[in-house]
Structures are given as structure tokens and as C-alpha cells.
């Protein structure tokens, strides 16, 4: 089973910036697309941003500019840098791991709470 453990979350002034980092059970990069999801209090959650087993990466509009998804192969690692954040930015964010071949056993990690506040 792949586990995913996420950190770097924590409380960030507007504008500021955060970087939050996935780590894989496992080399799982040439098969699983990673990606980056939030949930803000009561609402659902919402993929950010995404990264395919090329590199492809993919953003929603509201993050555009201003987030970065990377993966690092050696360290089994996948990153959201965020910058220029805003307050409705303040969310979980969730690391998930799906494999295109089945695509509803994806895996998740526990969330890393980001606390945009001034």
C-alpha cells in the first residue's frame, strides 16, 4: 500500500509563502500522477494542482502564478510551494497519489493544515 506522509503546513501572513512537502511510501512516480488537493472549513475538498508521471503540471485558476507542484525521484518527494498566499488560501491541504489504471483506489495522505492569516 502506498503511504504518503505531508509537512510543512503551519501559519503564514498574507503574501507570504510555504512550502509543503509530500514523502511516498515508495518509487511510485512512474506510475501514480501526484497531486495536491485543500479542503477549507465547510467546504469540500478541491484538487490544486497536479503533476503526471512526465512532469505535466496543472493548476486551478485561484493558484495560478502563484503555486508550484514539483516531485523530487530521489527523495520519493512531491512539493507544493506556495507564495503571494491569501487568505483564502487557508485550508488542509491533502497529497494524493493516483494511478490512471485505477482510478478510484487512490491513496491520500493525513493533511497539513495552512493558516493564511494576518
Known amino acids: 500500500q502506498v503511504q504518503l506522509v505531508e509537512s510543512g503546513g503551519g501559519l503564514v501572513q498574507p503574501g507570504g509563502s510555504l512550502t509543503l512537502s509530500c514523502a511516498a511510501s515508495g518509487s511510485i512516480f512512474s506510475r501514480y500522477v501526484m497531486g495536491w488537493y485543500r479542503q477549507a472549513p465547510g467546504k469540500q475538498r478541491e484538487l490544486v494542482a497536479t503533476?503526471?508521471?512526465?512532469?505535466?503540471?496543472n493548476y486551478v485558476d485561484p493558484v495560478k502564478g502563484r503555486f508550484t507542484i514539483s516531485k523530487d525521484y530521489a527523495k520519493n518527494t512531491v512539493y507544493l510551494q506556495m507564495n503571494s498566499l491569501k487568505t483564502k488560501d487557508t485550508a488542509v491541504y491533502y497529497c494524493?497519489?493516483?494511478?490512471?489504471?485505477?482510478?478510484?483506489?487512490?491513496?491520500w495522505g493525513q493533511g497539513t493544515q495552512v493558516i493564511v492569516s494576518s
Open positions: 503533476i503526471t508521471t512526465r512532469g505535466f503540471t
Open positions: 494524493n497519489a493516483h494511478n490512471p489504471l485505477f482510478p478510484y483506489n487512490d491513496y
